[in-house]
């Protein structure tokens, strides 16, 4: 079985505790393919943890570009139905 293409959406130090538990083989299986957020200042925040992570402002491009095979939302609760 090969690795699962994984998008998140949102950014937060929650994804970047979840990324770490990929990067340090704590959760196998995964391969963290893009991140996106409408908030164009944290593009900068993402490439200072993550260079090597495309990051997107559109989520349709975000599943389109990169094949995404399943998707984590870090934003809060309450905007999940938005």
Same mark, same amino acid.
């Given at each position: ?6 998008? &998140? ?9 979840? &990324?770490?538990? &990929? ?60």
């Amino acid at each position: 079985m090969g690795l699962l293409r994984l998008g &998140i959406v949102g950014w937060n130090q929650e994804v970047n505790d979840y &990324i770490s538990f &990929i990067n340090d083989g704590l959760i196998q299986n995964l391969n963290v393919v893009a991140i996106f957020d409408k908030d164009p200042s944290i593009k900068r925040i993402v490439y200072y943890h993550y260079p090597d992570i495309p990051f997107y402002h559109s989520y349709k491009e975000m599943m389109y570009n990169e094949n995404v095979e399943a998707v984590l939302s870090f934003h809060p609760s309450l905007l999940h139905s938005k």
